[in-house]
């Protein structure tokens, strides 16, 4: 543990600069900053929507803008280049010398990225879900912050295993698996979308969203959505989001046990 700790406030420091700041605040303001533009131009009430309704497309937004934009976002920049940073600095060999330096330099790069991108999210939503008009901002607050925690941490997890198996290329990896499979795969109404993060994500945010009785039974029974959307108990979808995230962090551990990295540039050869 004292590895542990030492690795995580080392990583904590290298995070506390001018650029890395300036990214939290972005990701901090930019859902407080849509929800501002929305709330001016869009006038739900002229359109005979409820106020069910409009807090349904308010937490729709919310789940869109934060746990999906700003958490993937947030883990995005510290755990895809985590292993690729290491090796640009010429600090992997002496880490990978020290006992267990390997899985506690990842292991404490992962709740690093974790802790930043969820605390961004749960600062972005603290300030955003006040400024509507809403009979329950608590629970609405509860939802997005929980689900932007679990989202955060799978995330943090699956771009750490990219990362290990493609150090070079980890960043290019990372965005092409995130546009082919957590948003299209996990859209296509078949089998596969259920291995994705989204699919939990998405269910667990339709069985915590205020809708009435009626409204998720036509959600549910509706031929497109029936595949997108897990009919099983919001625990059963936190049981499979912590199985992705030790999944993923397990096999970026092995990944970077098993690669053979070296930190020596074209020209030292």
Partial sequence: MNQLRAIFFYEWKRTLTF???????????????????????ANFRD???????????????????????CCCLGVFLNA???????LEQRS?????????GIFWLLVGKYIIAVVWASSAAIVSAS??????????????????CSISLLSSMAYAALYLMIGALFPKRAMVFSVTYTALVEVV??????????????YRLR????????ISPEGRRELMENLFFKYVFAEEVSSVQIVWLLGLTGLFLTGSIIAAHVSEFTAASESDV
């Avoid at 309704?53 to 729709?60: A, F, H, K, N, S």
């Avoid at 895809?80 to 290491?86: K, Q, S, Y």
């Avoid at 795969?185 to 989204?198: D, G």
């Fill in 19 to 41: 650029g890395r700041i300036s990214w939290w605040f972005l990701l901090t303001a930019f859902p407080v900053l849509i929800t501002l533009l929305v709330r001016a131009e």
């Fill in 47 to 69: 359109v005979g929507m409820e106020q069910p309704q409009i807090e349904t497309v308010w937490t729709l937004m919310f789940y869109m803008l934060i746990p999906c934009v």
């Fill in 80 to 86: 895809a280049p985590a292993i690729a940073g290491e």
């Fill in 92 to 100: 992997w060999v002496y880490l990978a010398t020290r006992p267990w």
């Fill in 127 to 144: 300030l955003a879900i006040p400024l509507i008009e809403s009979q329950d901002h608590t629970k609405m607050w509860f939802t997005i």
């Fill in 185 to 198: 795969l996990s859209l296509i109404p078949a089998i596969i979308n259920r291995f994705t993060i989204q």
């Fill in 203 to 210: 269910s667990l945010l339709i069985q915590w969203i205020e």
